[in-house]
């Protein structure tokens, strides 16, 4: 038995859901805090299934770009990126690439930001863990009544933002091509995002 066989184990027999059959939340994150995940990896747990992607350079400075835009407008403790958040839905515990929370915005009793606070969320695709973000993770923000959901594909030269959340979808899909302005103005962000200097993958 390997170490992270072994680790597995321990994260199952440790900390099982009320039904015994399978780990927690919490159960998982603390095995992945524990094991050797290789640095520059991004973690995320998807409907029960662990998620490693490494981070690249078109990644991070969109990241940063869409970061610093929202910063002209909100402070940075209503910032967060690759920070751990559960959603609705099977075992969902996302590190979404930006959030921003509602103003009063409080941590939890276990320290954990609350998806019913969280306003916005921005998803920066990458090719392998792309479809969770047109997918299952879609799902969980809109069951969560996320208002926003911005989805931006460097390999498409793209962003889809989501709005109007309701029964688990959105009813609003807009298609916007790297170049033109993400008008957010009408939502809750209250700003227009500029993506002109989005980098193509």
Known sequence: MTVLEDRIE????SENSASGDEPTLDALFKWLEESPIPEGYKTEIVGGNIFMSPQRDTHWDITLDI???LRAKYPRKRLKSDVRIDYPGHLNGFASDVTLVADGADKDDKGLWRHQDVVFVAEVIS???GANDYGPKKTAYAEAEVPVYLVVDPYQGR???YTHPKGGDYAT???VPFGDDVDLTGTV???VLKTAEFPRD
Do not use: F, G, R
Request: some cysteine; hydrophobic content about 35%.
């Open 10 to 13: 321990m994260a199952e027999s």
């Open 67 to 69: 970061v610093e835009q």
């Open 127 to 129: 090719k392998s863990t």
């Open 159 to 161: 962003c889809l933002l």
């Open 173 to 175: 899909e807009t298609k």
């Open 189 to 191: 962000v209250d700003l």
